[in-house]
């Protein structure tokens, strides 16, 4: 996520002046050691989880409850109906990078 600098700041040990731009780490956050016990690692059930995939203060997402409900929605039914599956070809994974990362094709066999 982008941000433009509004007023001159040092932080880290750079000076950001006004109108420069920069971009938030979100996801590099969501893997901070200082954070997240184990942060590469996928917990389902992570108990402190502070992330801040739908982002933070006033900009935070305002569809967030809707994303989780439709999350809850959909990943129900998967698991009622198809409760194995597997990955059928580890290699043929593709992820898509830029702003959205996430599996573009991902072969399943269930
Ligand atoms: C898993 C799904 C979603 C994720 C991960 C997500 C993530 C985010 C993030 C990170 C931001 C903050 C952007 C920033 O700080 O610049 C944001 C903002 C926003 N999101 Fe979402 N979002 C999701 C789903 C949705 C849905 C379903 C809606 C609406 C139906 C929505 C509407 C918005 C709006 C309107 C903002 C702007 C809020 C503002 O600027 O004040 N999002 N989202």
Not at 2 to 13: H, L
Not at 50 to 72: D, K, P, Q, T, Y
Not at 75 to 90: C, M, N, Q, S, Y
Request: aromatic share 8%; hydrophobic share 40%.
């Amino acid at each position: 996520m982008a941000r433009e600098v509004a007023e001159k700041v040092e932080y880290g040990g750079v000076t950001f002046e006004p109108g420069e731009k920069i971009l938030m780490n979100f996801p590099g956050a969501n893997r901070d050691p200082e954070v997240f016990e184990n942060p590469n690692e996928v917990d389902i059930g992570r108990k402190r989880n502070r992330h801040i995939a739908f982002g933070v203060g006033i900009h935070r997402c305002a569809g967030s409850n809707l994303a989780r409900m439709e999350m809850l929605i959909a990943l129900g039914p998967w698991l009622e109906r198809i409760p194995e599956f597997e990955l059928a070809d580890p290699n043929a994974v593709t992820w898509a990078g830029g702003q959205v990362r996430g599996p573009r094709q991902l072969p399943l066999r269930f």
